[in-house]
């Protein structure tokens, strides 16, 4: 008989420490769950770094992450709440990141934000630069005005864009729109 992979619950010695583990993940499995659930960049660096990562889980001790540069670190933890959650193991893992006092991040991307805020130091600022780049590159001026209006990440606009291009082709680009919403998520 085949094994059916999944998970097998641990056997737990003196102070929580694992004793015989044995939890078999079905790897084909959780790559499909990250395709479905996540972009496709997202996905396969959540399954790379899942795999590479998955013992630090599986042995309960995340004192290696405390090692990790904050950007390694964020990628790790994401990966791994990616794969606890496929497991159903996420109430463990968040216990873990805090019972090692093990945080997302220390606030860069708070800082990369504001930076970015104080770099378009105003709206004029940001609505010029975009009329540049409209006026530089004509041809992209209605994809300019699609991420502008709808706030997708560049990816998503790209799919949105091309899908609006395909469903205008085929006469069906009323099924897209509705009231000022773009039916993005149906698609």
């Not at 010695?13 to 395709?35: E, H, P, T």
């Not at 396969?44 to 992450?65: G, N, V």
């Not at 502008?148 to 990816?155: E, K, N, P, Y």
Request: hydrophobic residues 35%; glycine residues 8%; positive net charge.
């Amino acid at each position: 008989m085949a094994d059916p992979g999944g998970v097998e619950p641990p056997t737990l010695g003196l102070g929580g420490k694992s004793q015989n583990l044995i939890i078999r993940i079905d790897w084909d499995g959780f790559r499909k769950f990250v395709y479905s659930n996540y972009m496709d960049k997202t996905a396969h660096d959540y399954w790379r770094c899942a795999r590479q990562y998955a013992h630090l889980l599986i042995e309960k001790d995340f004192s290696p992450l405390k090692t990790f540069s904050n950007y390694k670190r964020s990628h790790v933890l994401k990966a791994l709440a990616a794969l606890s959650k496929f497991l159903g193991l996420y109430k463990e893992f968040r216990d873990l990141r805090e019972a090692y006092g093990i945080k997302w991040s220390k606030g860069e991307s708070d800082q990369f934000v504001i930076k970015r805020l104080v770099r378009a130091n105003n709206e004029g600022d940001l609505l010029g630069r975009v009329r540049k780049v409209k006026e530089e590159i004509p041809q992209i001026s209605s994809f300019i005005d699609l991420i502008a209006t709808t706030g997708l990440r560049l990816v998503e606009a790209i799919n949105a864009y091309n899908l609006i291009i395909s469903l205008a082709r085929e006469g069906k680009l009323g099924n897209y729109y509705e009231d000022s919403i773009l039916k993005h998520y149906e698609y």
